[in-house]
């Protein structure tokens, strides 16, 4: 008999110990960028990301692998390029004065597309091109941006790629397009 | 001590047996070393260093590591780094050497365990087969790199072991620590399940409270595990959520299978045909009405394929009920050749099939010895 009540007290702590442990599991006390990267997906810029994102210098060329540029939704670099994971990634740019707003009137970005691929590429929620790429060779999308699109602070390029997929060799990663480079203000 | 003695006594064979192949396999493994002019230290690779950071300075308060800043060693599980810690201040050894001498003496223990496993569920295939099997098959790499695998093959060869002898509250224990070697530990809990439910209409009341005490302790490893998380830095689930780190992320596991073996590249094609057999295995453990052997493995199967193909031969040939499945399917093969070639049966109640198997041995040894150099190279297919 005491044998039998111990049983069913361990049987009880432990049921008790469970149920403490998804009531841990329902309250994550991190931060909102933690919660947005790793638990619900909604953002695909890491909490360390957001953190070491620097604003934009007028003119030049981004790499795919620049600082500057918040590659949300988009894979590690590769040796030349980076992949885009999902239907909608996204690239995360600072502005840091209304001078240089205003100042960046055009946008090219380089890129291969993976297979056929529906291509529509967003400025801030604005649809600025629509177009059918393949995979021939890479291609420049150059956008020209109308006034007021750019505002000071955060700014958001957002690609739709509808026909991203895995690529069928056992590689699990949705890709879309290989970016390679972003051009501000292309002559 | 006495206690000792007896055990030494009764085991003595398997004990040996488990030991020869445990010198075997890691005498090849230091001509292989020796001869590409590598060291212990550089067997510590992949998932090693960030084990060795767990050892060294504990569990990551916030990501940091990759491109992204998105990892941090919540994803690797406690066990094997607390047993780690251990050898490291015994021995004052440092964290990857630490790490490297307790996965082989993980190995050793692992290799005598699932013996004794083989003894109970088949004990017509002979152990010396199934000690080759483990100790010299193209995967024990894994055994020896300070990696969980040979820890986790221990631990349910025990947790197996005692419930196939009705010991629900300590086949329950060694699950409580399963689980918290890595996540697919806790599928201990539905081999459990699987045998209660089986078992529960010829048990007494006290039977069945000891069977649901078991099957609640499985899972304690990983909760604790989720409580510390948690205390650390906020998430209990951070150990699974960080996995994007490492793009991981668990879809449909079918669709990986479907595009594994689509997919032009010849490994990825390899492990997409491994998950194929290894779920006909567990289809044929089903069949035998293995439940609990057929449960935990389908667990530790689909989990780890919800994420991807890649490390898969490493998720499969470390599990016991798929070893064993492959042990018996070797010993029958060499069954059927010596009915073809020499035409008599064997006497099956005293008699293991004739070492024909050691003819294979040479093929496996050279997948071995193929898998140590791509481990050497760092090539990304024995991740």
Same mark, same amino acid.
């Given at each position: 008999?005491?044998?039998?009540?111990?049983?069913?007290?361990?049987?009880?702590?432990?049921?008790?110990?469970?149920?403490?442990?998804?009531?841990?599991?329902?309250?994550?006390?991190?931060?909102?960028?933690?919660?947005?990267?790793?638990?619900?997906?909604?953002?695909?810029?890491?909490?360390?990301?957001?953190?070491?994102?620097?604003?934009?210098?007028?003119?030049?060329?981004?790499?795919?692998?620049?600082?500057?540029?918040?590659?949300?939704?988009?894979?590690?670099?590769?040796?030349?390029?980076?992949?885009?994971?999902?239907?909608?990634?996204?690239?995360?740019?600072?502005?840091?004065?209304?001078?240089?707003?205003?100042?960046?009137?055009?946008?090219?970005?380089?890129?291969?597309?993976?297979?056929?691929?529906?291509?529509?590429?967003?400025?801030?929620?604005?649809?600025?091109?629509?177009?059918?790429?393949?995979?021939?060779?890479?291609?420049?999308?150059?956008?020209?941006?109308?006034?007021?699109?750019?505002?000071?602070?955060?700014?958001?390029?957002?690609?739709?790629?509808?026909?991203?997929?895995?690529?069928?060799?056992?590689?699990?990663?949705?890709?879309?397009?290989?970016?390679?480079?972003?051009?501000?203000?292309?002559? | 001590?006495?206690?000792?003695?007896?055990?030494?006594?009764?085991?003595?064979?398997? @004990? $040996?047996? &488990? *030991?020869?192949?445990?010198?075997?396999?890691?005498?090849?493994? #230091?001509?292989?070393?020796?001869?590409? /002019? +590598?060291?212990?230290?550089?067997?510590?690779?992949?998932?090693?260093?960030?084990?060795?950071?767990?050892?060294?300075?504990?569990?990551?308060?916030?990501?940091?590591?990759?491109?992204?800043?998105?990892?941090?060693?919540?994803?690797?599980?406690?066990?094997?780094?607390?047993?780690?810690?251990?050898?490291?201040?015994?021995?004052?050894?440092?964290?990857?050497?630490?790490?490297?001498?307790?996965?082989?003496?993980?190995?050793?223990?692992?290799?005598?365990?699932?013996?004794?496993?083989?003894?109970?569920?088949?004990?017509?295939?002979?152990?010396?087969?199934?000690?080759?099997?483990?100790?010299?098959?193209?995967?024990?790499?894994?055994?020896?790199?300070?990696?969980?695998?040979?820890?986790? @093959? $221990?631990? &349910? *060869?025990?947790?197996?072991?005692?419930?196939?002898?009705?010991? #629900?509250?300590?086949?329950?224990?060694? /699950? +409580?620590?399963?689980?918290?070697?890595?996540?697919?530990?806790?599928?201990?809990?539905?081999?459990?399940?699987?045998?209660?439910?089986?078992?529960?209409?010829?048990?007494?009341?006290?039977?069945?409270?000891?069977?649901?005490?078991?099957?609640?302790?499985?899972?304690?490893?990983?909760?604790?595990?989720?409580?510390?998380?948690?205390?650390?830095?906020?998430?209990?689930?951070?150990?699974?959520?960080?996995?994007?780190?490492?793009?991981?992320?668990?879809?449909?596991?079918?669709?990986?299978?479907?595009?594994?073996?689509?997919?032009?590249?010849?490994?990825?094609?390899?492990?997409?045909?491994?998950?194929?057999?290894?779920?006909?295995?567990?289809?044929?453990?089903?069949?035998?009405?293995?439940?609990?052997?057929?449960?935990?493995?389908?667990?530790?199967?689909?989990?780890?394929?919800?994420?991807?193909?890649?490390?898969?031969?490493?998720?499969?040939?470390?599990?016991?009920?798929?070893?064993?499945?492959?042990?018996?399917?070797?010993?029958?093969?060499?069954?059927?050749?010596?009915?073809?070639?020499?035409?008599?049966?064997?006497?099956?109640?005293?008699?293991?099939?004739?070492?024909?198997?050691?003819?294979?041995?040479?093929?496996?040894?050279?997948?071995?010895?193929?898998?140590?150099?791509?481990?050497?190279?760092?090539?990304?297919?024995?991740?």
């Amino acid at each position: 008999m005491k044998a039998k009540s111990m049983l069913v007290l361990a049987a009880l702590v432990l049921c008790f110990f469970y149920l403490a442990v998804l009531a841990l599991l329902q309250h994550p006390a991190v931060s909102d960028e933690y919660r947005r990267y790793f638990i619900t997906g909604e953002s695909g810029l890491s909490p360390a990301q957001v953190g070491r994102l620097q604003a934009l210098e007028m003119g030049g060329t981004l790499n795919f692998r620049s600082d500057r540029l918040g590659f949300d939704s988009w894979s590690n670099a590769e040796n030349e390029y980076r992949w885009s994971l999902g239907k909608t990634p996204k690239l995360h740019f600072l502005v840091d004065s209304p001078q240089n707003a205003e100042a960046l009137k055009g946008l090219a970005l380089r890129f291969q597309p993976h297979g056929q691929q529906i291509v529509r590429i967003y400025v801030n929620d604005h649809l600025l091109y629509d177009e059918q790429a393949d995979a021939q060779g890479p291609v420049i999308a150059t956008l020209s941006l109308p006034p007021a699109l750019i505002r000071q602070g955060h700014n958001i390029i957002r690609f739709e790629l509808p026909n991203a997929r895995m690529p069928g060799n056992g590689d699990p990663r949705v890709l879309g397009v290989a970016l390679f480079e972003l051009v501000l203000n292309p002559v | 001590m006495e206690s000792l003695k007896y055990f030494l006594k009764q085991n003595k064979r398997l @004990l $040996l047996i &488990s *030991c020869f192949a445990f010198v075997i396999n890691q005498a090849f493994e #230091f001509f292989i070393l020796t001869v590409n /002019g +590598a060291g212990y230290l550089d067997l510590c690779y992949w998932d090693c260093p960030w084990y060795a950071s767990t050892v060294q300075h504990g569990y990551d308060f916030a990501p940091h590591g990759h491109e992204r800043g998105d990892a941090a060693n919540w994803a690797f599980f406690p066990a094997l780094t607390i047993v780690a810690r251990w050898v490291t201040q015994l021995f004052s050894l440092s964290a990857p050497v630490a790490l490297i001498v307790t996965s082989k003496l993980f190995f050793l223990a692992a290799i005598f365990s699932f013996l004794k496993l083989s003894q109970i569920y088949t004990p017509r295939v002979s152990p010396s087969l199934c000690a080759a099997l483990l100790a010299l098959n193209p995967y024990s790499l894994y055994g020896n790199v300070g990696y969980t695998e040979s820890m986790f @093959l $221990l631990f &349910s *060869c025990v947790s197996l072991t005692a419930l196939r002898q009705g010991r #629900f509250v300590s086949a329950g224990l060694v /699950g +409580a620590v399963l689980s918290a070697v890595r996540p697919t530990g806790v599928f201990i809990a539905l081999a459990l399940l699987a045998t209660g439910l089986k078992s529960q209409a010829k048990a007494s009341s006290e039977e069945r409270l000891q069977m649901l005490l078991g099957i609640l302790l499985a899972p304690l490893g990983l909760a604790l595990f989720m409580v510390f998380l948690y205390w650390r830095m906020g998430d209990a689930m951070a150990f699974s959520h960080v996995q994007i780190a490492w793009e991981r992320v668990p879809s449909n596991p079918f669709m990986h299978l479907l595009s594994g073996l689509l997919a032009q590249n010849i490994s990825i094609q390899l492990w997409a045909w491994m998950s194929v057999v290894a779920l006909l295995m567990i289809a044929y453990l089903l069949w035998r009405k293995e439940y609990a052997l057929a449960m935990f493995s389908l667990g530790a199967t689909l989990l780890p394929l919800a994420t991807g193909l890649v490390a898969m031969p490493r998720y499969l040939w470390w599990q016991a009920p798929l070893l064993l499945v492959l042990a018996q399917s070797v010993s029958a093969f060499v069954n059927v050749l010596h009915r073809v070639f020499v035409g008599k049966r064997f006497n099956r109640q005293i008699q293991y099939s004739p070492p024909y198997w050691l003819a294979l041995v040479p093929f496996s040894l050279w997948g071995l010895h193929r898998t140590y150099i791509a481990w050497l190279l760092q090539e990304v297919w024995v991740i």
